[in-house]
């Protein structure tokens, strides 16, 4: 199943789609529904939809058909400042003419709120992002780490009981990014807070989501746990786009009920997991992750497949080795190794057998 609606979503997309010219779809008959306190992250590549879905969520973008709910009510006419939902933006979105605490105060001067209350929600929400000390300097004062804290600290500030983040750590560095995805996980989890994200970065999406939808040409291509979809893709799009993956074509020999017996380009006969495989006869994708492949004897699981292959390349990467094999006609083919001490060498040219379990690989459509 790709997409559910139920009657006790906290957020729910019923049917919904979107036209910008009035002919072609952006959003294609969405069916999503997300549970309060859950962390959703909508992924996938540009275009995919993901971004038009969130805005629609937040009141930017109307629907062309279709209804959003928010905790059982339909909000498609109501505007963005009456949803009662925090943003944050990849670029931040600050008011550069006002300090941050003046920031923060905004959103909860526009709801009337007096000032003594004011300055506690201010003073608590700064306290959360560990920025307390900067109230009083303004954005252009700030890097973009701290920045990006105030845009969240802002978000939060009014205890909203819905967050949506577009692509919020698009611009810090890659050791900040990881930082803060931590953060922002944490803060979900201590406030209880539903949090519906957008990126296009898969490990970043696996860190910190509940659920996951991975989207491709305006639907919903998967709908699960970081794990599930990792682990048990549904179809080759999928596969490819979250994690690394290896894949083999093949047509399907036999098949009974999820196994399937594929015969590679090459003529090798390997068992499968068949996964939107309908009939005998059919092409394929063999999918197998890198890290799920072996060539020492001992190190492979009992049943295992295994296959001639030639070492076209190794690659040190410090934590991993990663090798680039020659496997079934396929010059692409990739092992990861964990670099561990007296872990054999490698060399270009050498033959070797690799070896993985049956389990590991799904037969996908081409």
């Not at 600050?94 to 959103?107: A, I, K, Q």
């Not at 989501?209 to 305006?218: E, H, K, L, Q, T």
């Amino acid at each position: 199943m790709t997409s559910e609606t139920r009657s006790d979503a906290y957020v729910a997309f019923e049917h919904v789609q979107k036209s910008y010219d009035g002919v072609t779809l952006v959003v294609k008959d969405l069916n999503l529904s997300i549970a309060k306190g859950e962390f959703l992250t909508m992924l996938g590549p540009s275009g995919s939809g993901k971004t038009t879905c969130l805005m629609m969520l937040a009141g930017f973008e109307t629907a062309t058909h279709g209804e959003i709910r928010l905790d059982g009510v339909p909000i498609n006419s109501v505007p963005p400042h009456k949803r009662g939902i925090g943003m944050v933006f990849q670029n931040y979105a600050l008011f550069p003419h006002m300090t941050v605490g003046e920031n923060l105060s905004f959103p909860l001067e526009v709801r009337g709120m007096g000032k003594t209350d004011r300055e506690a929600k201010v003073k608590r929400a700064l306290d959360m992002v560990q920025m307390g000390s900067f109230i009083n300097r303004r954005p252009a004062q700030l890097s973009g780490g701290q920045q990006q804290r105030i845009a969240l600290a802002r978000a939060l500030v009014f205890d909203p009981a819905l967050v949506l983040m577009d692509e919020p750590l698009g611009a810090l560095d890659k050791q900040l990014r990881e930082h803060m995805q931590f953060e922002i996980k944490h803060l979900h989890e201590s406030l209880g807070i539903t949090v519906v994200y957008v990126t296009h970065d898969q490990g970043e999406a696996l860190t910190m989501s509940d659920r996951i939808a991975v989207f491709n040409d305006g639907r919903i291509q998967q709908l699960a746990s970081p794990s599930d979809l990792y682990e048990r893709p549904d179809n080759s799009f999928v596969a490819q786009f979250i994690g690394e993956n290896n894949k083999l074509p093949g047509t399907i020999q036999e098949l009974e009920g999820d196994k399937a017996l594929v015969r590679l380009a090459t003529g090798e006969l390997i068992d499968a997991t068949a996964v939107n495989i309908k009939e005998k006869g059919q092409q394929t994708l063999v999918s197998i992750r890198p890290e799920r492949v072996e060539f020492k004897p001992e190190m492979m699981p009992a049943g295992a497949h295994t296959i001639g292959a030639e070492v076209l390349e190794v690659i040190y990467m410090g934590d991993i080795l990663r090798a680039v094999l020659r496997v079934a006609g396929s010059d692409d083919f990739v092992m990861k190794m964990r670099n561990t001490l007296g872990q054999t060498k490698l060399t270009p040219g050498q033959k070797i057998k690799v070896g993985w379990h049956p389990q590991d690989a799904r037969a996908l459509d081409p």
